[in-house]
């Protein structure tokens, strides 16, 4: 019996261990590159929009440029 509870205990261990440690990698190589992109793109947005005579620009996600006159 305690056999069967030690085996089950090192399992549940070793799934909650997997599963932090898949997370962590995710968050830790998802979130860096999303900020400079963004921005690269607000930019470029608010340029080309100020040349055409409007107030400002505002990027979407899609890429592509909102103007406000």
């Not at 030690?6 to 830790?28: E, Y």
């Not at 900020?35 to 793109?41: A, E, G, V």
Request: charged fraction near 15%.
């Amino acid at each position: 019996m305690f056999r069967s509870a030690k085996k089950t205990g090192q399992v549940v261990l070793a799934v909650a261990a997997g599963f932090v440690m898949s997370f962590g990698a995710t968050q830790a190589f998802s979130s860096p590159e999303a900020t400079p992109l963004m921005n690269d793109c607000q930019n470029r947005c608010e340029a080309a929009c100020q040349e055409a005579g409007a107030r400002t620009g505002i990027c979407q996600y899609d890429g592509s440029c909102d103007c406000y006159y």
